[in-house]
């Protein structure tokens, strides 16, 4: 598997789920978890400590060990996004450092589509989505990580339900492509 995104409306449970994430693949093998350190790269400031230290006690694991083992990488722009994944490689190539078994980016459009508005420039907005997609699944592939991106939805005004709204998620085909399971 190279990336797993997860999408949904606002206030879903998507961070929820990459907090739980956080935790488990810390648990050791024995107990069919990863058994290593987790990089959270934080777009929306959304990761909460206090959500680790909750989710660690229900599976009887030492809370500030945890914390320990999860390093947070808040950005501010999609440039920054973009350029911290050098030195997140850089990280995962320490042997002394880990073993890495996962990388969380929540959320991996966000910042990408604040600052690319309009159709003018959705075609800059997606090659450069596609560049970071691109890194992202090296450090899948060159480091055997897991690396799972939170994804936007939206409503598809163009298709039609008996259902109420059809939501898709933000990204078009770059994203599409890039995940290996959706």
């Known amino acids: 598997e190279r990336i797993s995104e997860l999408f949904g409306e606002f206030r879903t449970g998507k961070t929820q789920i990459a907090h739980t994430l956080c935790v488990t693949s810390q648990i050791n093998f024995a107990m069919k978890g990863g058994q290593g350190k987790v990089v959270y790269l934080d777009t929306e400031g959304n990761f909460r ?22 390093i947070v990488c808040r950005v501010f722009s999609h440039e920054e996004q973009m350029e911290i994944v050098k030195p997140i490689a850089a990280l995962l190539a320490d042997l002394d450092q880990g073993p890495y078994r996962l990388l969380i980016v929540d959320s991996i459009i966000a910042l990408f589509r604040v600052e690319f508005s309009g159709r003018g420039e959705l075609s800059e907005r997606q090659q450069k989505l596609g560049q970071h997609l ?7 592939e060159e480091f055997n990580i897991a690396v799972v991106v939170i994804n936007q ?3 598809d005004p163009g298709a039609l339900s008996m259902f109420g709204p059809v939501i898709k998620p933000v990204g078009g085909h770059v994203l599409a492509h890039a995940s290996t399971t959706r």
Not at 134 to 140: G, I
């Open 49 to 70: 400590p206090e959500r680790i230290e909750s989710i660690s006690e229900r599976f009887g694991m030492d809370a500030e060990q945890t914390l320990d083992n999860i």
């Open 153 to 155: 939805c939206m409503a």
């Open 134 to 140: 691109s890194h992202l699944v090296r450090l899948a």
